[in-house]
């Protein structure tokens, strides 16, 4: 027994605690999810099941016979799928266009973009969200998916856009400047050179805006007030504001909401720590 | 590259309307309205309110215990959670610097806490720490670190520790995940010149790479502090900043005070504080990130 053997088993125990650690909330959620609700309020806690049941699952899509005729999380989750998936389009459409102007054309506006999007993600979204009520009531906008999906598009399009515009600076110059030559219009260089050239990085950009729109709370907790617009954030909310004691429903509700976020863990980790990091660090 | 004829010319500013009517619809109009709002005693579906009062919410605000503990509660989860986050995020960083079987996998799981929706989190937090059945109660108990289970949630003295864990669950990753990237920059021929003469592996440490990763360290340590100081959607979750305002922070004092108690303006002056403090703060950090790195 050498010691860097023993070092070495050291090392993978420590790894597979931390493992345990990390993972052990999403399990405890998921398995709270198909327990029995008598096992659910076992003590001490039963960590592998007898019996499992799809119980909860029924009661969030279907609703509780007696409560209510039928639940409203569904609905919840296809506002969240709509208002993710449209608003994130838009971002990335205006982004490109945006982030084709800083990369390819002299600017002095990407030190203000940084700062915009520097303020933005400092201020609180809570803090926006107001502000934003206000005006969206004046409108009648609140309460709308359209009003969110427009307040998703102009929160993400700056960090898009600087995401972007770092993915184009990129694709070498001299690829447009030859397409340029043979008189390509700029319009033909953006969609028939750039675009295809980065289309790994627009899609995990847009994978990146798309979870943060599904994972949004503070804005769509003030502006919405309905199942018209209510996102599954805000259900989870209200679940749990409601039916504060069914912990079986309110984790088989959280279980839909890990889909997309774990998705994005895993084919686009490189694309977090560049976004996050606002391309800082390019992973 | 210049543009042949005045519409080629104007091409790329056109290229920034639609994002700026965008963000001027959705972040300048309202918040320029929403001052004037901060300045008036406007109070929530009440007719007759709305008279202009100059900074009288901002003075009061100013002095009001609530938010002194919503300020003081939002600088302590910084400076602790941020802390922790970071050392741990290294620590695990440099455990997982060697390539070995198995690490492609690891890492993509390590990761997935930051991805989960904060209010998902929190709905796993408020479920792990439960005073009746929840599992820390029972695996403190079990470890005979507590004696009696404890009311996490409830008891205003503890109430921010299941805040603060839940806080640091989510947002080590992002560490992890930064380090990790940093540590692909240290020079793997000066490590293995260094082993060979002889170096231990905290001078490696000392010497090499935290001189290499000390500007990722500060951009992630900035990234983070600002992201605390928007802390809402946990807090709000797991004790809508109860109990007796033990574990009020900023943005959940906002949320109270313009939506709960309609004190519409009231809550607005804090809302225009909160973002002058974190704007404020992220410019200061990000002048020191400058710094370090050049």
């Known amino acids: 027994m050498s010691r860097a053997y023993v070092l070495k088993a050291v090392k993978y125990i420590l790894i597979a605690l931390i493992l345990i650690v990390v993972l052990f909330p999403i399990y405890w959620i998921f398995l709270t999810s198909i327990k029995s609700e008598k096992e659910i309020v076992a003590y001490p806690p039963i960590f592998l099941p007898r019996g499992l049941t799809i119980e909860h699952y029924i009661h969030v899509i279907y609703g509780y016979s007696g409560l209510t005729k039928f639940s409203l999380f569904p609905s919840y989750l296809m506002n969240s799928i709509i208002v993710a998936s449209v608003s994130t389009i838009f971002s990335v459409f205006l982004a490109l266009f945006a982030a084709f102007a800083f990369s390819r054309f002299r600017f002095r506006g990407r030190d203000a973009l940084f700062l915009l999007i520097i303020m933005l993600r400092a201020t609180p979204g809570i803090a926006l969200s107001i502000p934003l009520y206000i005006f969206y009531r004046t409108l009648g906008l609140d309460d709308t998916l359209l009003g969110l999906i427009i307040a998703y598009t102009a929160l993400n399009t700056p960090f898009a856009t600087w995401l972007l515009a770092g993915y184009i600076d990129e694709i070498p110059r001299i690829l447009d400047e030859a397409a340029e030559i043979d008189g390509a219009s700029w319009w033909s260089v953006l969609w028939k050179i750039l675009v295809p050239l980065s289309r790994p990085g627009i899609l995990t950009t847009a994978l990146l805006i798309f979870v943060f729109s599904w994972n949004e709370f503070p804005i769509a907790f003030v502006v919405t007030s309905s199942v018209a617009s209510r996102t599954a954030t805000v259900g989870i909310y209200t679940f749990m504001q409601e039916f504060f004691i069914d912990w079986g429903g309110m984790s088989a509700a959280a279980t839909f909401m890990y889909l997309p976020p774990i998705i994005l863990a895993f084919i686009a980790q490189k694309a977090l720590v560049r976004g996050l990091t606002f391309g800082a660090v390019k992973g | ?294």
């Open chain 2, 1 to 294: 590259m210049k543009g042949r004829n005045p519409i080629e010319r104007c091409f790329p500013v056109l290229l920034f309307i639609p994002s700026f009517v965008v963000i001027l619809f959705v972040i300048i109009i309202p918040l320029v309205n929403s001052f004037y709002l901060s300045l008036t005693n406007y109070v929530l579906l009440q007719p007759g309110t709305g008279k202009f009062i100059g900074l009288e919410n901002y003075v009061k605000i100013l002095f009001d215990p609530v938010f002194h503990q919503a300020f003081k509660n939002t600088l302590l989860l910084m400076i602790i959670a941020v802390n922790l986050e970071l050392w741990i995020g290294l620590g695990i960083a440099l455990l997982l610097y060697k390539e070995f079987p198995g690490r492609g996998v690891i890492i993509p799981l390590l990761v997935t806490p930051m991805t989960v929706a904060p209010i998902v989190v929190g709905l796993q937090f408020k479920w792990l720490f439960n005073e009746v059945y929840g599992v820390v109660n029972y695996i403190l108990t079990q470890l005979r670190i507590i004696n009696e289970p404890l009311a996490w949630l409830i008891q205003p003295n503890i109430a921010l520790i299941p805040i603060l864990i839940a806080e640091i669950w989510q947002w080590t990753p992002f560490m992890i995940l930064v380090m990790t990237a940093g540590l692909q920059s240290v020079p793997k021929d000066l490590m293995e010149a260094a082993e060979i003469d002889g170096a231990s592996a905290l001078q490696r440490f000392r010497y090499i790479i935290f001189d290499h990763i000390k500007p990722i360290l500060w951009i992630a340590l900035t990234i983070r502090s600002i992201d605390v100081v928007r802390i809402f959607d946990v807090v709000q979750i797991m004790t809508g900043g109860g109990p007796a305002h033990a574990t009020e922070v900023l943005g959940t004092f906002i949320y109270r005070t313009a939506l709960v108690d309609r004190q519409f303006s009231y809550g607005l002056a804090g809302s225009y504080i909160a973002m002058l403090i974190s704007i404020l703060f992220a410019w200061y950090l990000f002048r020191q990130v400058r710094k370090v790195v050049e």
